[in-house]
């Protein structure tokens, strides 16, 4: 697509929200009315509304109040409808759209009285409504009849869960229910919640199904951290807490309590990740600081639940998230790897979100009553760093598990070997054993000396689990020599190298072929009668393998399990058994090994081919 198409496809895409922005103020106007309010603060709860309207003068303007919200103060809000009302004189309907009050009333007439319905959240069959997209603002219905001397309305308030300024108040007359309309911020505020309750739903399948799968308890404690955070964050957005608890102030301290869970889990988490007891000392002694003052705050809320604890809630998160971000600090500067820095990373961006709420947060944002956006964004950022923090860690465990293996394949290599070397030994021994009883001199002598050559050899490459195929073929030269001499030449034998291997870079594992070829030395050439013993040793290349091939044409297989001869032990060798268990530790093929029996074409036996195929 040409440049300049792609440039006028975004601006389409960009600028019809904004220049729709405007137009919907303008008809959200219609719909909303700004109500202009008076306040009176009071600490006496004794007096009625009749005696607050009967002193009109201590009502005062909402800009007279430069001192916040605080619990134990009660404020009387009279709205005046005077310039809202039509000339009209029947009465009509509309809607009051009003903050939501912890504690409060609404007083008004019906039918010439005055009378008083409770409008608090956490008030007993309150009359008011939430709207849906905000989690600042309630609504009621009235009538023109309802007001006060056909003029005023009177609101008996209380705010305990947060402290506010009273400038932050709006009373609106809505032609319309608010929970009709929405506002293009309504919306994004609304797909921030649910994209939020993806990214937490996510996270959390993944994390638990590693602790299923791995039993690490880090991720358990990632995952309880993930529920309890969500609850905390969007319980009242999507009705969790209204499954067991109405609008009670239990269900706050609940809430609050939620928030403390979080942290707590995320402490843990942190510990157990990092292992901080063997690895960070310091940053252990900082979380178990943490994880104490969490507990507390619990203890507190679960103590005080109905008094005021937006004081004890609002100083642990403050006091927790200072000494967090010193941590966090401590931790990015000293990690001993780049898991620390991730780790570090998060857990910045999850303390950050209850900072930027507490000094940042706009008022129609719902300030502390529930969930708000700074949260979500600190919390789902620290998500998806996380992301690749248990990535990398994942991949840590498998590069540290796979060198465990190789440690376990080459401790395993080495103890087969050295049940291979003793009977290799053994049987050289026995031959120049024999070689004296023959006396033998000149050949028991020249045996010796090509016997301390292989013995030296073998103890060299012991210290490998591998050998060269120069090495190897060197070895084979020198065994085949002995075996020759010690059964007075009674074969003839070759070793063949393809000319495309590079024979001092391919490896092997040391002496792999050695049982193989006394096998069919003492099994198949030494039963032969005649002179026509033969054997071939054939290494070639097979696209990435290495194949080698060990052919006599002795008696074959089945006629050495029949037949016996002076050379055949009574003991079992275990050399090819524990042969085929080192090829089965390294090649994954089936047909690695292969045992072929030549016949000729009446089915007599024409010796054995072994054909072995190392991956290089």
């Known amino acids: 697509m040409p440049k300049p198409l792609k440039f006028i496809l975004i601006l389409l895409l960009l600028v019809p929200p904004f220049l729709g922005f405007g137009q919907e103020q303008s008809v959200l106007e219609t719909f909303e009315k700004e109500i202009p309010f008076l306040v009176f603060k009071t600490q006496d709860a004794t007096l009625n509304f009749q005696q607050v309207l009967a002193s009109p003068d201590l009502f005062k303007s909402p800009n007279a109040f430069k001192e916040k919200t605080q619990s134990e103060d009660i404020y009387w809000i009279q709205l005046d409808f005077e310039n809202l009302l039509s000339n009209e004189s029947e009465a009509k309907d509309f809607y009051l759209k009003l903050n939501i009050f912890d504690y409060g009333s609404v007083f008004y007439q019906i039918d010439g009285a005055t009378t008083e319905k409770p409008i608090g959240q956490f008030e007993e069959s309150n009359i008011t409504k939430k709207i849906g997209t905000s989690y600042y603002y309630s609504f009621i219905t009235l009538s023109t009849k309802n007001l006060i001397e056909d003029r005023y309305l009177l609101i008996k308030a209380q705010r305990i869960t947060f402290n506010e300024d009273v400038n932050n108040w ?58 309890v955070t969500f609850i905390y964050l969007a319980g009242n957005k999507f009705g969790i807490y209204d499954l067991f608890l109405g609008n009670s102030y239990l269900k706050h301290n609940l809430s609050q309590s939620f928030l403390i869970l ?10 157990s990740y990092l292992r901080t007891k063997r690895d960070y000392p310091g940053i252990h002694k900082v979380c178990k600081i943490l994880v104490v003052l969490n507990i507390a705050t619990l203890v507190l809320i679960g103590v005080f639940y109905s008094v005021d604890t937006v004081s004890i809630v609002m100083y642990s998160y403050e006091f927790t998230c200072a000494i967090a971000l010193i941590a966090i600090i401590y931790l990015f ?19 950050m979100g209850p900072l930027l709420r507490i000094y940042f947060v706009e008022p129609e944002d719902g300030l502390y009553l529930d969930g708000t956006y700074y949260l979500i964004l600190g919390v789902s950022l620290e998500m998806v760093i996380f992301v690749f923090g248990l990535n990398y860690k994942f991949h840590l465990e498998l590069r540290e598990n796979f060198q465990l293996q190789q440690e376990a394949f080459v401790s395993k290599t080495k103890a087969l070997r050295a049940q291979i070397n003793p009977h290799f030994i053994f049987n050289s021994l026995s031959s120049i054993k024999h070689l004296v009883l023959q006396k033998d001199n000149k050949n028991a002598v020249k045996y010796l000396s090509k016997f301390g050559r292989l013995s030296r050899n073998i103890l060299e490459s012991s210290i490998g689990t591998n050998a060269t195929l120069s090495e190897e073929v060197k070895m084979l030269e020198d065994y085949l020599e002995l075996e020759s001499l010690r059964f007075d030449n009674a074969f003839s034998y070759s070793i ?121």
């Not at 919640?193 to 299923?212: D, E, Q, R, V």
């Not at 799968?213 to 309880?224: P, Q, T």
């Open 333 to 351: 500067l000293t990690s001993k790897n780049l898991l620390g820095r991730i780790i570090a990373l998060a857990s910045f961006a999850y303390s």
């Open 496 to 616: 063949k190298v393809d000319d495309t291997l590079n024979t001092s870079i391919i490896e092997l594992p040391s002496m792999i072929l050695q049982p193989f070829v006394e096998n069919a030395i003492v099994h198949g050439l030494l039963p032969k009668e005649g002179t026509d013993k033969k054997l071939s040793i054939n290494f070639m290349l097979d696209g990435n393998e290495l194949v080698s091939v060990v052919e006599d044409n002795g008696v074959g297989r089945k006629q050495a399990i029949q037949r016996k001869h002076i050379y055949q032990k009574e003991k079992k060798s275990r050399g090819l058994e524990i042969t085929k268990l080192r090829l089965e530790s390294i090649v994954n093929d089936q047909d690695y090994l292969q045992i072929i029996d030549k016949v000729d074409n009446n089915n007599a036996p024409l010796g054995t081919k072994v054909v072995i195929k190392i991956p290089l």
């Open 170 to 227: 709006h009373f609106k007359r809505c032609i319309s229910p608010p929970n009709e309309y929405m506002t293009t911020k309504d919306f994004f505020k609304q797909v921030i919640y649910y994209f939020f309750a993806g990214l937490c739903f996510i996270m959390w399948f993944s994390t638990l199904s590693f602790f299923l799968l791995l039993r690490n308890r880090e991720y358990l404690y990632y995952s309880i951290y993930i529920v």
């Open 262 to 271: 979080g942290n707590l889990s995320y402490v843990l988490f942190v510990m």
